[in-house]
């Protein structure tokens, strides 16, 4: 009892050390974005989408004044005008080394199961795609280019289109430029916005009681997406019931037979089945749990993954978001 | 009491070649044998389980309807058999194709898990019953 009263207070003490050292500042931050405010150029980024028309089938740019007079016309994003800029700090998560993919899974409080399919080009760094599938039909895909920069990868281009049933639906393009120094009539433009993708990686002293303070207040007080992470039960929590059902079965099934004082046909039969079933039910439990296994990176044509076949590399078509069919099945899980 | 502990060994053995198959199932080298299966299994399991349901089912009602004894006993007699028929019965439906797998889906599977289960109990009582 007093042992874990002990790793109580270790703990507890931990939790406040990390949280407060995270805002008085007193010391390194436990951000992973460079700190450069005030020396950071400037950049810009504009804007513009497209909707296909329903009557034309061509792509229309969506013009700003038209959004609010088009009957049955909305858009979640602005039509036009200027954007954050992106900027992925050297070393964060979510850059890679080489190509290959990343799935990440999880469930919305709907009930539906999102997918995101992070494509990486040949020589890895930020994702060169990133595909969206909702209950495994794909919802959009968007392809970046990035430019490397002394404090990490600035996107200077995206593609995203918006797919329903493989019809192209819409595309929202965004282009990041530096700004030219303020003047009449010039935009003037921002400091690029850092974007940190993971949990933080400080250092010393702070990296430890942060690391114990994030993980307990992770564990603690799941956020939305992580709290239908655990591939222990929350995922696959039908594969869990099934699988028990189907080891109900056999134990059942075995206790039958070994009482029975003879076995028939229909029984060993049964039996079979009973053992096919169990084998299912564990393949697909399996099968879930590596699927909803957070942090799985796969790579193009190694290891057998479910990426094999595209080519080394990845085809680039894929890489700049298409969305035909050979792009998105070989990731459709 | 040798009799019992056959029975005993018989169900050890069975239970841990069990456990040891799913455990074996479950390592990455057997990954290519899981992928290699999977197209067939319900299909295995479809037609081994309906063979049994429709066999105990019809062995149930004739035990039911053909033994010329009291009423409790014939009902003693099939119970087994119905139990062993309708597990297999519901392991069928729970295989059976549907457009999108449910929670729907998983009612049938605890059904026969449930009837499994009280074949299991049936055969006990049957056999402490022929014992004594």
């Known amino acids: 009892m007093k042992y874990r009263m002990g790793v109580a207070a270790i703990a507890a003490t931990a939790l406040i050390a990390g949280a407060c050292g995270e805002r008085d500042g007193g010391s390194a931050p436990l951000f992973t974005e460079p700190g450069f405010p005030g020396s950071a150029p400037a950049y810009i980024t504009t804007g513009s989408a497209s909707i296909v028309d329903p009557r034309t089938k061509q792509l229309r740019v969506v013009k700003p004044s038209e959004l609010a007079t088009a009957p049955g016309v909305s858009a979640s994003v602005a039509a036009g005008g200027t954007g954050q800029v992106m900027l992925l700090a050297n070393g964060a998560p979510g850059i890679a080394k080489s190509d290959g993919y990343y799935v990440e899974n999880f469930v919305d409080a709907s009930k539906h199961q999102h997918a995101l399919v992070l494509l990486y080009g040949h020589f890895g760094g930020p994702p060169a795609a990133v595909q969206h599938y909702v209950d495994k039909a794909l919802v959009s895909t968007t392809a970046y280019s990035w430019q490397h920069t002394t404090t990490g990868w600035l996107r200077t281009t995206s593609l995203t289109r918006v797919v329903q049933k493989g019809q192209l639906i819409g595309t929202y393009s965004a282009t990041t430029a530096p700004a030219t120094p303020p003047g009449p009539g010039k935009g003037g433009g921002g400091p690029a916005i850092p974007v940190r993708l993971e949990r933080p990686a400080p250092r010393g002293l702070d990296r430890m009681l942060g690391g114990v303070a994030y993980a307990l207040a992770f564990a603690i007080a799941p956020q939305d997406a992580s709290a239908q992470l655990s591939p222990a039960f929350g995922a696959c929590a039908q594969e869990w019931l099934r699988f028990a059902a189907a080891a109900a079965i056999i134990i059942g099934l075995d206790f039958t037979i070994s009482e029975m004082p003879l076995i028939t046909p229909a029984v060993t039969a049964q039996f079979a089945a009973a053992l096919a079933q169990l084998g299912a039910a564990e393949d697909a439990l399996l099968r879930c749990i590596m699927e909803h296994q957070p942090g799985t990176f796969h790579s193009f044509g190694g290891g057998g993954g479910p990426g094999a076949g595209t080519g080394g590399g990845g085809d680039n078509s894929c890489l700049e978001g298409s969305y035909a069919a050979h792009c998105t099945t070989p990731f459709t899980l | ?132």
């Open chain 2, 1 to 132: 009491m040798r009799a019992f502990f056959s029975r005993r060994a018989s169900l050890g053995v069975m239970v841990t070649l069990t456990v040891v198959a799913c455990m074996a199932l479950a390592t990455p080298w057997a990954q290519p044998f899981r992928r290699a299966i999977r197209p067939g299994l319900p299909l295995f399991v479809i037609v081994l389980a309906a063979v049994s349901a429709v066999g105990q089912l019809v062995v149930g009602a004739v035990q039911l309807v053909s033994k010329p004894v009291s009423a409790s006993e014939r009902w003693r007699a099939a119970a087994l058999p119905l139990s062993l028929g309708a597990s297999a019965l519901c392991m069928v439906l729970a295989f059976l194709p549907h457009p999108q797998r449910s929670l729907l889906h998983l009612f049938p599977l605890l059904g026969a898990a449930l009837f499994a289960v009280a074949a299991a109990a049936l055969q006990r009582r049957a056999r402490a019953r022929s014992d004594s």
